[in-house]
């Protein structure tokens, strides 16, 4: 379900109205919804993101659990899988660390997705729709940020045209959705484009 305060969340953290109704994100009142689907379109996954989190002893984000407590985390994907197909050739192809960022992405009329586990895991059976792309990798400016993105390009190597890697400035803080909150500049497409190294 969707109620105003859920939407008023998500369009402060630059997700349009647009982007939420695309990617059917919702809420069970508690925790905002994410489905995770797979190339057949098939919900593989819920995650479930906890606004207030911080804090508190919960955690952030967690995977849907069936009445029996079966987990449906379990399986490492990209996510969306569509933005990789839907990203025409001459346009750049951003990987996120995290479902937020990528949708703010998408929303300013980007492409751009993350993989479903975070930054310390890259789901290789996906690698080859990478095929051709032009990659900018833009990761949180932190330790795991530095590190991981150096094995994502490892793996992307052989398959991508090119692979670019774009640092948020320390001074808008630490991600991607940060530094959209930070700087009005960012909350255009032109100015990610010009991150990427593309002109318009």
Excluded at 112 to 121: D, I, L
């Amino acid at each position: 379900k969707k109620t105003p305060s859920f939407s008023r969340y998500l369009l402060g953290r630059g997700i349009s109205a647009e982007v939420i109704e695309q990617f059917d994100l919702g809420t069970n009142g508690q925790r905002i919804a994410i489905p995770i689907r797979n190339e057949f379109g098939l919900t593989t996954n819920v995650k479930l993101y906890h606004p207030n989190s911080s804090g508190t002893t919960l955690p952030k984000m967690v995977h849907w659990m069936d009445s029996t407590e079966r987990s449906y985390g379990s399986v490492q994907m990209i996510y969306p899988l569509s933005a990789i197909d839907q990203c025409p050739p001459d346009d750049p192809l951003f990987i996120c660390e995290g479902e937020w960022d990528a949708l703010a992405l998408i929303s300013l009329g980007l492409h751009a997705v993350t993989s479903t586990h975070g930054c310390k895991s890259w789901p290789r059976q996906y690698t080859q729709r990478f095929l051709g792309k032009d990659v900018i990798i833009a990761y949180d400016n932190d330790k795991d940020g530095e590190l991981y993105s150096s094995k994502v390009v490892k793996a992307l190597l052989s398959v991508a045209r090119t692979i670019r890697q774009i640092h948020i400035p320390k001074k808008a803080g630490k991600d991607v959705s940060d530094l959209l909150k930070s700087d009005p500049k960012a909350r255009h497409r032109e100015f990610w484009m010009a991150m990427a190294g593309k002109s318009e």
